[in-house]
């Protein structure tokens, strides 16, 4: 059982964070709901739940149009577009929005293999979600493209970097990996794997759906080409954003109707997009930047009043700042889940008959984030899962979606893993709430 020596000292006032998300004062059979499915999607802040609803309720238009909801909508959309640019530091017109990243990457991927014959070769990797895997795999079969696999290292769920830079050669065309595993917590070294590629003439088509709710993202310094995630993975509304470097958005030809622009970025856009979560999208950002307030170093805040958040909050709509801010919000953020993932592994090494799959090293902590698939002897993860959700604590069971990686791992008959998935509003004494549940569901209190 834990120790007081264990105890982690919280580096962020979550009583006030956690306010601003009406769903986490929920309560399940008695029991105070916690939120650890946050890799399957976050929760929102009531800033993202206002903007939505005030759009519907005062702006609701098609864009374009030549009346003031229209042109509300016009500029919203430019909005969000520069606040996505300030969170992966591009410009607004490489940036692209979708229903979410399965759809976009599909989209990417039939236009990127436009271009490629017979000969030519991409490489995916055995850890990433399907997402990054199949619209690959599928246009390399409608286009008869060599398909590769970069493989992993069992003991510790790491890319095999070796065994990936020995794939890419003067064929590859397109590197599709990962930043961070949404089943094992892996952060993958993506700005080494995007000079690989780039060595070899290749694009590097980054998923960074999983590392945006832990890590601050930074195109320009990484250089990739191309770059998704999804807003509802970083407490924002449902939806998927990709940025594409202008030359590549301008270059490569996207499937599109007529009378679409074919002006970057709306001509990779189809149909009419989802106004009102859009709107949501800003807030999202704006809520991330507004953490900056939390980052200095060491310091463990007193609880600010509320007015003094909402006050910080209007000053940030300065673009360079937003930015500043955004950099200040992840380093407070990731100090906190930093502390919540030593306080996790260390309980989850107590456990009898309880397996890790992935980074256990303290030492290697910077290498993944709070994200842990496990399996104990003689249950299955639904049944842990289950028995979790009984008392209010909400994982997940299965593979989602990781699936190459959990038939690597031999753990796709018996169900997957079980995930335990933290972000920042997460509690020390919600992991702890976890921690007893599995002493007590395993038998060992
Ligand atoms: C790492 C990763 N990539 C891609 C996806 C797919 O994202 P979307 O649901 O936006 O299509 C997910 C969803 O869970 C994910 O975790």
């Known amino acids: 059982m834990l120790t007081s020596e264990q105890s982690v000292r919280p580096t ?18 008695g029991h105070p709901a916690a939120f650890l499915d946050g890799p399957g999607g976050t929760q929102v802040p009531q800033r993202v ?20 909801t229209s042109r509300h909508t016009d500029a919203m959309i430019a909005e969000a577009r520069a606040a996505i640019a300030d969170l992966l530091h591009s410009d607004a017109d490489e940036v692209v929005f979708g229903p979410n990243m399965t759809s976009l990457t599909f989209a990417m991927s039939r236009a990127i293999g436009r271009e490629l014959k017979p000969g030519d070769e991409i490489l ?65 070294p993506v700005q080494e794997i995007v000079r690989l590629a780039h060595a070899a003439g290749a694009l590097a088509y980054i998923d960074a759906v999983h590392y945006a709710p832990h890590g601050l993202i930074d195109v320009a310094a990484l250089d990739c080409d191309f770059l998704v995630c999804s807003t509802y993975k970083f407490f924002g509304p449902h939806m998927g954003v990709l940025y594409g470097k202008r030359e590549h958005l301008k270059r490569f030809r996207p499937y599109k109707v007529r009378p679409n622009t074919n002006a970057i970025p709306n001509c990779w856009e189809w ?26 170093d060491q310091v463990v805040h007193p609880e600010p009043a509320l007015s003094e ?8 709509g300065n ?3 937003r930015r ?30 309880l397996k890790i799959y992935g980074i256990t090293d303290p030492a290697r902590f910077d290498e993944r984030c709070g994200t842990f698939a496990v399996r104990i002897e003689n249950h299955t993860p639904l049944e842990l899962a289950t028995k979790l ?25 018996t169900g997957g893993f079980l995930r335990i998935g933290l972000v920042h509003y997460n509690t020390v004494e919600e992991v702890d709430r976890l921690l007893s549940a599995l002493h007590e569901i395993v038998g060992n209190v």
């Not at 009984?390 to 593979?399: A, K, L, Q, S, V």
Request: a negative charge; glycine letters at 8%.
């Open 12 to 29: 962020l006032p979550l009583t006030s964070i956690r306010s601003q998300f009406p769903s986490l004062s929920q309560t399940v059979n």
């Open 49 to 68: 739940i206002d903007a939505i609803s005030d759009y519907l309720r005062r702006n609701n238009a098609n864009t374009g149009g030549a009346y003031a």
């Open 124 to 188: 995916v990797t055995r850890l990433d979600h399907d997402a990054n895997v199949s619209p690959w795999i599928t246009m390399a079969e409608d286009r008869g493209v060599t398909v590769r696999w970069a493989e992993i290292h069992d003991e510790d769920c790491t890319l095999d970097m070796a065994d990936l830079a020995s794939k890419i050669n003067k064929s590859t065309r397109l590197v599709a990996v990962g930043y961070a595993s949404n089943a094992v917590g892996t952060i993958n």
């Open 271 to 296: 149909g009419t997009l989802n106004h009102e979560c859009i709107t949501g999208i800003t807030a999202c950002v704006d809520y991330i930047a507004g953490l900056a307030q939390f980052s200095q």
């Open 309 to 316: 958040v909402e006050g910080r909050r209007s000053k940030t």
């Open 319 to 321: 673009s360079r700042s």
């Open 324 to 353: 500043s801010d955004i950099e200040a919000g992840y380093a407070a953020s990731h100090k906190h889940e930093r502390a919540l993932i030593e306080r996790t592994i260390s309980g989850l090494n107590n456990i009898p008959r």
């Open 389 to 413: 959700g009984e008392r209010g604590i909400f994982t997940w069971d299965g593979n989602y979606y990781a699936l190459n990686l959990t038939e690597h791992l031999d753990v796709e008959k």
